[in-house]
């Protein structure tokens, strides 16, 4: 069988592979599923093994519990006995119902999201320069913690010399820094990551384990032990200055839709933030 499941290992939308139908009865057989699709069903390994695609093709909407969103369910054969289904969010639509009180720890909701950036979009107004570095801080823990992230950063670009240094960084409880190890990393052993912050895109990277042996990308966060990853953009006019980082180390994350573009305002907050935390330096330096 060719590995048509190969293509939505890294899908920002939940897949499942089924086999079948392999019995006069209809049923299926599960063959895998990808980090998305694990967490939006929130069923563990051996649950999945039981599940049938008819559990999601049956019905147009799906209602995750995990998550508390909706789901649009499409499927098709890549070729005679496979069933791919694949469940996409569905935006602007109030569920009737609540996240479980289980999930609501882990889950982050973007309401709480939107009120936590609309608390943060003022107090850098004003800010003197040398209490910067504090407050971001600060606000990258809140972030951190309102998106259960477990390391949350700030990258600036320096393609003059083609590198990029980590120059802010959180970490959750339990979670090794790698702020030290991660300065003037090359950008030729991440092109396809440079490349899609210069067209302003985000890199998410939903499984990073099932990455390609050999990546690039792979072997820089893999030793990292990073399941889950997010990088937004900070471009101001046109000129890309750096990125904001979100790693998921304990357990996969999924990044919803509106989590995503959320956390895309955050970034074009850094802008002003960061050319301000730049002059400072180099004016400090400049002093020395």
Not at 131 to 160: H, K, M
Request: aromatic residues 10%.
């Amino acid at each position: 069988m060719n590995d048509y499941f190969s293509w939505w290992r890294q899908a920002p939308f939940a897949c499942a592979l089924y086999r079948g139908p392999f019995d006069r009865l209809g049923k299926t057989e599960f063959v895998d599923a990808n980090a998305v699709f694990r967490v939006v069903t929130g069923l563990t390994q051996s649950a999945l093994q039981t599940s049938q695609a008819d559990d999601y093709t049956l019905r147009a909407v799906y209602l995750s519990p995990n998550t508390a969103l909706q789901y649009q369910v499409h499927c098709y054969a890549p070729e005679s006995g496979l069933l791919l289904v694949t469940l996409h969010q569905i935006p602007n639509v109030s569920n009737v119902i609540s996240a479980p009180a289980m999930v609501t720890d882990s889950w982050s909701s973007p309401d709480a999201l939107t009120t936590l950036l609309l608390e943060v979009a003022p107090r850098f107004i004003g800010v003197e320069p040398t209490a910067l570095p504090v407050l971001i801080n600060a606000t990258l823990a809140q972030l951190g913690q309102a998106v259960s992230a477990d390391r949350v950063y700030i990258f600036d670009y320096d393609f003059q010399h083609n590198t990029c240094s980590n120059t802010y960084e959180w970490c959750a409880n339990g979670i090794v820094p790698e702020r030290e190890s991660l300065q003037q990393v090359p950008l030729a052993a991440i092109p396809q990551w440079v490349s899609a912050h210069q067209r302003g895109a985000q890199m998410y990277i939903p499984d990073v384990p099932s990455l390609p042996e050999g990546d690039g990308l792979k072997q820089i966060l893999q030793p990292q032990g990073i399941k889950s990853l997010l990088t937004l953009p900070i471009v101001a006019e046109q000129a890309l200055l750096g990125f904001v980082g979100f790693d998921s180390v304990k357990q996969h994350h999924y990044y919803s839709e509106q989590e995503r573009l959320l956390l895309g305002v955050f970034s074009r907050m850094l802008v002003n933030i960061t050319r301000q935390d730049k002059h400072e330096i180099a004016s400090t330096k400049t002093l020395v």
